[in-house]
């Protein structure tokens, strides 16, 4: 299941930038920096010294992650000087074997940028319309309690204007996975129509011609059940499984050779570090598992992905510069909509597009991209509006104060702002 952020308070503090004048005098630990395996159409260059120094406090940030408790985490940047990949900390608890960059882990809600994409592709092949009802494709699974199917479109889904509650939200749900509950349900199997039904014992949140529009506020929820129910039109308009249509539509033309939708394995392939989780125990004392093996089914089409970052920068830096979408479906990707408060991995200021995020890192400072937490994984892509200049890091740990990972982003993306 995927963690929301704003539920983390204690994790979010308001200052971003405020922490990197002292990060960079952070006593460091080991480091790495190297060639990354970049987008298998053009081999990125190596960083010349001069141009790892441009990191320097984006390395001193990763090693204050760790520092305050997480076992390990990596970070990859692309950007007109070439490549740097960055880690700190460790694979696995009790070893000192460092993380690496080639690494596979779970993506999370970062997955929702694929599904978003495949969709529009889609579209552009003329099998759906982002403006074609949930009904028309999926008659009698989203029914009563309030909701209107007739009236929620694909668009809808995808920009989170739907209303539709949140099946993460559910109290029931969040406990079968909470401390040692967790392990009695890793790998139970849950089929899409199963996630949805527990998200409409809940009445909506709103109906969908409140939400949010470009450049006009309304309502707007961050829900998983969106992206699930976005997955089960994929799966109607392809005739094929999810993880079939987004290797066909996604992977496979970018050569994302780490990348893979697991369907129901609940393992990692290799190479892959440790995954760890509080559960959703806070405080010094709260117990930390070995969360690596569970099955993807809990998240579906909303955060089963497994990625890297070389593949994840591929990825966000070719759609980011047009070059997976038709102009007519780019612009729909990119017309974004206003939050309504700080759920879903980012703050109150930002706009979100289909299945990407328009973040506020600094006054001046903006970037696309999304987030994402599952437990075990932490995960944060961004990238220019041109996709010139991107980033990817990922946690093997799920907890930990969110002002630094923040920090790690704005430090690379906010050197000129004011």
Request: hydrophobic share 35%; with cysteine; net charge positive.
């Amino acid at each position: 299941m995927t963690h929301h952020r704003q539920q983390q308070s204690a994790r979010r503090l308001p200052a971003v930038l405020s922490v990197l004048a002292a990060l960079v005098g952070t006593a460091m630990l080991a480091v790495a920096t190297s060639a990354g395996a970049g987008p298998s159409h053009r081999p990125p260059s190596r960083l010349q010294p001069e141009g790892q120094a441009a990191h320097a406090t984006t390395r001193a940030v990763l090693n204050e992650i760790v520092a305050q408790g997480t076992p390990g985490v990596i970070a990859q940047v692309r950007d007109r000087h070439g490549v740097w990949d960055g880690r700190a900390g460790v694979r696995r608890l009790g070893s000192e074997r460092p993380r690496s960059t080639h690494e596979r882990f779970r993506i999370a809600s970062v997955t929702k940028t694929f599904t978003a994409t495949a969709l529009l592709k889609l579209e552009a092949e003329g099998k759906l319309s982002l403006d074609d009802s949930v009904a028309k494709w999926l008659p009698g699974v989203v029914r009563g309690n309030g909701y209107r199917p007739g009236h929620i479109t694909v668009r809808h889904l995808l920009n989170h204007t739907s209303g539709i509650f949140d099946y993460n939200m559910d109290a029931g749900f969040r406990a079968g996975y909470a401390g040692d509950e967790f392990d009695r349900n890793r790998y139970t199997r849950w089929s899409p129509g199963e996630l949805v039904d527990i998200a409409l014992a809940h009445p909506p949140n709103f109906q969908p011609e409140q939400g949010s529009k470009p450049g006009r506020p309304g309502k707007w929820d961050y829900s998983d059940t969106n992206y699930v129910l976005a997955g089960m039109i994929i799966e109607k308009a392809t005739g094929c499984s999810y993880a079939h249509a987004v290797e066909r539509l996604v992977i496979r033309p970018l050569g994302l050779r780490g990348t893979s939708a697991p369907g129901t394995s609940p393992g990692l392939p290799s190479p892959h570090a440790r995954h760890y989780s509080t559960l959703f125990e806070d405080g010094p004392q709260a117990k930390v598992r070995d969360v690596t093996e569970f099955s993807p089914t809990v998240a579906f089409s909303a955060g089963q992905m497994i990625s890297t970052v070389g593949d994840v920068n591929t990825f966000l830096s070719r759609l980011l510069a047009g070059d997976l979408l038709p102009p007519a479906q780019q612009r729909q990707l990119l017309d974004a909509v206003p939050v309504d408060g700080d759920k879903g991995h980012g703050g109150p200021q930002d706009v979100y597009g289909l299945g990407l995020r328009h973040f506020k890192l600094a006054e001046g400072c903006w970037a696309w991209g999304h987030g994402g937490m599952i437990p075990g994984s932490a995960t944060r892509t961004l990238a220019s509006a041109d996709g010139r200049q991107v980033m990817t890091m990922n946690r093997n740990g799920d907890w930990g104060e969110q002002r630094l990972e923040d920090a790690a982003v704005a430090s690379e993306f906010c050197r000129s702002a004011p």
